[in-house]
């Protein structure tokens, strides 16, 4: 991408037109050896996936669909930090384009008031307790207007263009994601966690709420109190227990 400022993040581009999903063909180049820092990008998919195997909605022109190749040389147990440090680097770079007031959902949905603008889809290619590749998936709904949602996603999600009412200049705002993602990551295999902890936990839409949280071996209510080191989430139950949640869905309740 000419003009972009980075060493690694972005300075390799697959760019396709129509594509059924760019995380396999992010998978395939990895194993292929492509460089860290590839991005797959394309401008429809017919077939973009989501979290928890739900479908993504992704029109042509109108989002940004994209896939990065990142090979961080940390433990397994970590990598779950590289989906809050994403989510913190797609939300940074929100703000600074569009000025608007973004959240972000645990663990790596961000939202705009009450509704889903971005999802992120970590995916992991590791062997024994090593990590080759991660696949980090962003989906951000950029340009859409309210035509181009299903009824069914009209109440939970929008787009950047309908919360600003301008359009986004999708080049401008991926390379500024790539310089901002940069900066964070190379800070984060420096350092450690504790910066991304802070920035997740300014700008969380979860902490302080009330939860339902359904595990694949439980279901617990509580209050969502903040990140442990290792970015587990922590839920405070009604006896003052603390749970760590490390993957599951939260439901937001009203106390
Ligand atoms: C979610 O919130 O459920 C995650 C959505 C991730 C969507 C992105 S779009 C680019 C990449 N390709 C896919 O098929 N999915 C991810």
Redesign the pocket.
């Known amino acids: 991408m000419a003009g972009l400022s980075t060493t690694r993040i972005g300075q390799h581009v697959i760019a396709y037109d129509e594509v059924v ?3 396999p063909l992010a998978h395939e180049a990895a194993a292929k050896g492509a460089a860290e820092g590839t991005l797959v990008l394309a401008e429809q ?1 017919t077939g ?4 928890l195997g ?1 479908p ?1 909605h ?1 029109p042509k022109g109108t989002g940004i ?3 990065l190749i990142v090979r961080p040389a940390i433990p397994l147990p970590k990598t779950p930090q590289m989906t809050l440090l994403t989510a913190v680097s797609v939300a940074g770079t929100i703000r600074e384009e569009t000025g608007l007031p973004v959240k972000i959902k645990w663990p ?2 961000i939202f705009i008031g009450d509704k889903k603008v971005c ?3 970590t995916e992991l290619n590791a062997e024994a307790d090593r990590v080759n590749y991660l696949v980090i ?3 951000l709904n950029a340009n859409s207007v309210q035509a181009d949602f299903p009824e069914e996603l009209l109440a939970i999600a929008t787009s950047l263009r309908i919360e600003s009412g301008s359009p986004v200049k999708r080049v401008a705002f991926i390379q500024r994601f790539c310089q901002n993602f940069e900066e964070e990551y190379n800070h984060y295999l420096r350092e450690g966690f504790q910066r991304v902890k802070k920035e997740w936990e300014a700008h969380s839409y979860t902490i302080g709420r009330w939860v339902t949280v359904q595990t694949i071996s439980q279901k617990l209510e509580g209050q969502a109190i903040g990140l442990d080191e290792e970015g587990v989430l922590m839920v405070k139950d009604r006896l003052g227990q603390i749970h760590k949640v490390y993957s599951a869905d939260v439901n937001y309740r009203a106390n």
């Not at 973009?48 to 979290?51: E, V």
């Open positions: 999903s760019t995380q998919q973009g996936k989501g979290r739900r993504w992704s669909w994209m896939s790596n949905d999802g992120i889809l998936g962003i989906g």
